[in-house]
């Protein structure tokens, strides 16, 4: 059973900056991809940004050149670093570790506000 726990989460101003974390339990952290999803108000989850075991990433449109997803395999975490925060960035963020089929675990997620 892996366990993912984020953090970093809040109120940013438009332009401003915030950096998530997400700490996986058990092993394995650094063989698997990892992916940061968010959730507005009535929206869909959409994906943001994933890395892959090798390092490789992808962002979505929205968010490149502005977000930058890391990950540190001897601390177990992946990182997803905001910048040029916009107000529709407004959501709730969550940590993904896909491994299979039934092996797919979210964190609990954490609510960023980018708000003046």
């Known amino acids: 059973q892996v366990q993912l726990v984020e953090s970093g989460g809040g109120l940013a101003q438009p332009g401003g900056s915030l950096r998530l974390s997400c700490v996986a339990s058990?092993?394995?952290?650094?063989?698997?991809?990892m992916g940061w999803y968010r959730q507005a108000p009535g929206k869909q989850r959409e994906l943001v940004a994933a890395?892959?075991?090798?390092?490789?990433?992808n962002y979505a449109d929205s968010v490149k050149g502005r977000f930058t997803i890391s990950r540190d395999n001897a601390k177990n975490t992946v990182y997803l670093q905001m910048n040029s925060l916009k107000p529709e960035d407004t959501a709730v963020y969550y940590c993904?570790?896909?491994?299979?089929?039934?092996?797919?675990?979210w964190g609990q997620g954490t609510q960023v506000t980018v708000s003046s």
């Open positions: 058990g092993s394995g952290f650094r063989l698997y991809g």
């Open positions: 890395i892959t075991s090798g390092g490789s990433t």
């Open positions: 993904n570790s896909y491994r299979g089929i039934g092996r797919d675990y």
